[in-house]
């Protein structure tokens, strides 16, 4: 009788070699039957210096270039209404910063390359201000909290706000540099702390399950895996998916050149039975409302631009591994999703194109971003995304998922006043079916 497979044993002997050493190993896994991506995420031995993620990599990158730019934070904000206790959300607070090593992390730089560097537990700096009968102070201060600039390499890169409206009614904001973060850590993190406020409240201690790993073992096996040879199969889809020529987006407006990107937006809700009938006429065509909106999306810009070669950024959550799924960090990538729309192609012959080529794409989800910019030669400028202009962006997340006990809640809108690119479509579908879309464009470039 065949022992049973350490699968566990085998992912941690393979982060312990060096890389000529695993790229052998997987030749020898593959050689046997098995793939290296079913192993589990195991923690990584930690050396003196942490290396930053690929996709952290990047954000350090354009911090450098553009210091004071509110473009890459991550904001939540809710309205409070009812008996706040505020030292369990304090402690609630403090408990999730403990507990996600990314919410603790600094950066530096060593020897050109860039490293984390996680600091240990300690008091959360709660920014507290009681507001009361000053309405016009609270927007202003919730706009000077969402977009004042974070250190990377100082820290904190996670800000809490908490404002008093009236005896029982608050505003708390929550804001991170995405360089630590992502939408589906806002929608962790969320969820985590109405968990552990409605224990603390009650004195009791807050039941979460176990992290199998923190952000920096996954940044260590992400870099290890690319080079040991998957790096250069996802390139070789990309290579050909997208060609040698890299066309830019004809938007039918003109953007100045003062550098600043400032954002305008313009939100609104879909109707409930326009939304059902979209969700029908996807399901009617084997595909998601994903699909159908992103299609959509990309025939509009061909009207618009006169353009048939249209290129769209989505970001895919990348938390294929069960064990990414509970954890806080920037897992997000994006992808480059290509329609080619002939003059006489039917709406629903669009929609199979995008529907093939956003399920071959999902298998090619790894591949960081900036390597497919430096493989394909895009050129790169300060004013213009290097492979796409416009990016669309569906999310099917409930925003009011923070839940905390004797408080009534409600999700408020906070953008940042900067624009990360000239043109986006965010899509928020939560889980009762309400549909939002807000298009965000940049003022000039």
Known sequence: ???????????????????AEQKRFLELLAGKGIRFDRLPLVPAPRGEHLPASHAQQRLWLVAQMEPDSSAYHMVGAFGLEGELDRGALLAALELIVERHEALRTRFYEHEGQLCQRIDAPGPLDLDQQDVQGRP??????????????????EGPLLRVQLLRLAEQQWRLQIVCHHIVSDGWSIGVFAEELGRAYAALRLGQQPQLNELAIQYPDYAQW????????????????????????????????KLDASGQRHAERQAIEVPPALAERLRQLAQGEGATLFMLLLASFQ??????????????????????????APLVGFFVNTQVLRAEIGADMSFRQLLAEVRRHSLDAQDQQDLPFDQLVEALAAQRSL??????????????????ALQLPGLSLQALAQGVPHALFDLALD???DSSGRLRLTLTWARER
Do not use: C
Request: no cysteine; glycine share 6%; aromatic share 8%.
């Open 1 to 19: 009788m065949t022992a049973p497979i350490d699968k566990a044993a085998l992912a941690r002997r393979f982060l312990a070699l060096g890389p």
């Open 383 to 400: 004013g213009q995304t290097p492979l796409f202009q416009v990016l669309f962006n569906h999310q099917k997340r409930d925003l009011g």
């Open 299 to 324: 025939l509009l810009l061909a009207r618009y631009s006169n353009q048939r070669d249209i290129r769209v950024g989505v970001p895919v959550a990348n938390r294929q591994r069960t064990e990414t």
């Open 136 to 153: 016009e102070a609270v927007q202003a201060l919730a706009d000077a909290h969402a977009a004042r600039a974070f250190d990377l390499v």
């Open 222 to 253: 992400q870099r290890a895996w690319l080079a040991a040879g998957e790096r250069e199969r996802q390139l070789g889809y990309w290579r050909e998916r997208l060609g040698d020529e890299q066309p830019v987006l004809a938007l039918p407006y």
């Open 427 to 429: 899509s928020h579908e």
